[in-house]
């Protein structure tokens, strides 16, 4: 009996029609062949410092910290990367991996927009044919982001099948991908589907902690106390995590979205109201009903709006070293008004539940402790649904 | 010999392929009993999955139409269990692995049990590849029913390590991509058989955009027997709940062409 790849625990695997295998499998291969070659790293690295303006800052949010009276407070400005968020990270690591395989498209999916506009920037850049597949609620309400995608040379294909969000976006891509595999590179977005992807992507958005860990140790000689991230599939929060996962005094803290709340059904909170399930090629939590069918989820932030979660972070869970918790709409709204008052940095309404579960813990430490959110991209394209969700109505 | 295998015993099989309870559940009971009058030889029944991602827009919108009708695996069992009776050709489930690993407290094993118990012949599961069929094979051993393999065109070196492990039948998808019409196969399905039948002698079926008897006939030619699902459930979405004598009509002219075939 076959191995099964690429687990977590019990969580990972390749759960996918046989179809894909050989495609997965070739992905495999290559990332193994060119992961620790020199001269691999050393073309990402002038992509990611010349192109998508890494490092990114570790800045000192001096004001909140005095605001909240309790731990100092350092944001992660993923938001300050080219494209504006985590996403691009991982996108031209993928961008350039498959071009070592020889492949001349990407296709990709995207929720709030942010992983598709990089794809499509990527794709650009290095001359690459590229289709984004977007649901079409979101299609609807990230008009400026499927602008930017055209406008960088993309085709977006609005997918109406299911809830028509983040979900079925990645259910269409499998499809083309399935559909056409020998010259397509799937580039998906978040630490999720099938292995390799929860671990090429892992790597690729592991550049985060690792800066993060250099530049607190250079600024405050130490650790933090604890990192905060927000979690859908959980790509910025696996990258923020990853290289302080063995220093255990180190809390890891995912933020989930949970709507309306965990106590209703309009909520994405995989860890707090999902179970153990098998979709999207992993074995990892989803929020499901009682026979198995995956369960339609809500959030005001089209990024965390969807019903899993990537299977490192399930194992973490299990394992209990990192903490998933819920933040509703409204907080992460509160937050979202907060930090553009108190910082003037608008974050992306994603990261913006990391800082709401920020205001509810900093206070609670002390002086001495030291808190690091990650802001995973800025906050523009949210402005609109901000100003919808408090009842303005202002030009998308 | 399993039931499976003898009902590719007496010549090329014809296997169409079902939606369960779209559009209601008593439709699709007259649908299978047409189906086993026009000939098929064993019939693959789908529980509908919220996400069916290896399936093509026709059977989606059947599984996406069934579960809004108030399809649940529970009330599929139960339907299996009132018609087994009167079905006397094997009968298995197409799903999802989620479906099936997220059923009840006892996930696969209380499923398999289930299926024993209905009369359920085996188990077909569009998101387990080889790699991740053992928290499965070892459930449908343990109730007698078979976990049917798939191979595709892209499956090359993979073939034979799948092929020496099947059970049943082998399920040959005979393109790349989803579930649907094709107005063309290219693959060369005669060089897939082939290299089967190095390793095994288990029976090879082949499905994914069959449509025409012609089709079913060139398929079967180079195989033991062709599947045809989204062009039924076509048929299944123009007639309703009267499907079931236009679907009989139908197998019964797939059937004539793959039987031709083997002749």
């Known amino acids: 009996m076959a191995q099964s790849k690429g687990r977590f625990g019990a969580f990972g695997g390749q759960y996918i029609p046989e179809t894909l295998m050989n495609a997965v499998e070739e992905l495999d291969q290559a990332y193994l062949r060119w992961k620790d070659d020199p001269g691999f790293n050393e073309e990402l690295s002038v992509l990611f410092n010349e192109y998508a303006n890494r490092p990114s800052r570790l800045y000192y949010a001096r004001k909140m910290t005095e605001d909240l009276g309790g731990a100092k407070i350092y944001l992660k400005r993923e938001d300050l990367n080219f494209t504006g968020a985590h996403k691009v990270n991982n996108v031209l690591g993928q961008a350039l991996l498959a071009k ?95 292995h390799p992807f929860p671990t090429i992507v892992r790597d690729f958005q592991a550049v985060i902690s690792r800066e993060t860990k250099q530049q607190i140790l250079k600024r405050e000689g130490r650790l933090p106390d604890a990192v905060l991230a927000c979690v859908g599939g959980g790509s910025n929060a696996i990258g923020s995590f990853y290289h302080f996962i063995d220093d255990k005094d180190v809390r890891l803290i995912g933020c989930e979205a949970a709507g309306r709340g965990i106590d209703t059904f309009e909520t ?114 949210d402005c609109a649904a901000v100003a919808r969700y408090r009842g303005e109505e202002i030009e998308g | 010999m399993s039931r499976i295998r003898e009902a590719f015993a007496h010549g090329k099989a014809f296997i169409p392929f079902v939606t ?36 093509g827009p026709v059977i989606q919108t059947a599984n996406v139409k069934a579960l809004e009708g108030g399809v649940t695996t529970d009330r599929i069992f139960e339907f299996v269990e009132q018609i087994r009776g009167q079905i006397h050709v094997p009968l298995v489930f197409m799903t999802y692995a989620n479906v099936i690993y997220s ?10 049990r289930r299926c024993r118990d209905v009369g359920i012949d085996g188990l077909i599961i569009a998101d387990v590849p080889f790699e991740e069929k053992e928290e499965f094979d070892l459930p449908c051993k343990k109730y007698g029913l078979d976990f049917i393999s798939m191979i595709a065109p892209t499956s090359e070196d993979r ?35 082939e290299r089967i039948r190095e390793v095994t002698d288990v029976p090879c079926a082949v499905g994914f955009g069959i449509s025409t008897p012609e089709q079913a006939a060139r398929m079967a030619s180079c195989s033991d027997g062709a599947i045809v699902g989204s062009a039924i459930i076509r048929l299944i979405s123009r007639w309703g709940k009267d499907a079931a004598p236009e679907v009989g009509k139908y197998i019964r002219s797939m059937k004539e062409a793959v039987e031709a075939a083997g002749s």
Not at chain 1, 154 to 166: D, E, H, I
Not at chain 1, 273 to 302: D, W
Not at chain 2, 103 to 112: A, I, L, M, Q, V
Request: glycine share 12%; proline share 4%.
């Open chain 2, 20 to 55: 369960a309870g779209y559009p209601d559940l008593e439709t699709t009971g007259k649908i299978l009993l047409a189906a086993q009058e026009a000939g098929a030889d064993l019939i693959e029944l789908g529980i509908p999955f919220s996400d069916p991602t290896a399936e």
């Open chain 2, 103 to 112: 059923y009840g407290k006892d996930g696969s094993d209380g499923f398999c």
């Open chain 2, 159 to 193: 073939i034979q390590k799948i092929a020496s492990q099947a059970d049943g039948f082998i399920y040959v998808v005979s393109s790349m991509g989803v579930t649907g019409v094709r107005s063309e196969i290219t693959t060369d399905i005669g060089a897939i058989t």
């Open chain 1, 268 to 381: 994405a909170a995989t860890v707090n109201t999902g179970r153990l399930g098998i979709f999207h090629g992993m074995k990892s939590l989803f929020c499901q009903n009682e026979y198995g069918q995956i369960a339609p989820v809500y959030s005001i932030s089209a990024g965390l709006d969807y019903p899993g979660i990537g299977p490192e972070h399930a194992w973490l869970h299990s394992i209990g070293r990192a903490e998933y918790v819920p933040v509703t709409d409204e907080e992460a709204v509160q937050a979202f008004e907060y930090m553009s008052r108190m910082e003037g940095i608008i974050p992306a309404i994603e990261s913006a539940h990391a800082v709401a579960h920020a205001l509810k813990i900093a206070p609670q430490m002390s002086p001495d402790q030291i808190m690091v959110i990650t802001i995973s991209g800025r906050g523009d394209k």
């Open chain 1, 100 to 194: 070592k395989m020889g492949k001349t498209r990407l296709i990709a999916e995207t929720g709030a927009g942010q992983h598709g506009v990089a794809t499509a920037t990527a794709a650009a850049l290095f001359g690459m044919e590229c289709v984004v597949f977007m649901g079409k609620v979101d299609v609807e309400r990230q008009a400026l982001n499927v602008y930017k995608m055209r406008l960088l040379g993309a085709k977006v294909v609005p997918v109406t099948s299911g809830t028509a969000t983040l979900k079925d976006a990645v259910s269409e891509a499998m499809r083309e991908w399935t559909n056409r595999v020998s010259d397509t590179h799937y580039c998906l977005g978040s630490v999720m589907g099938p």
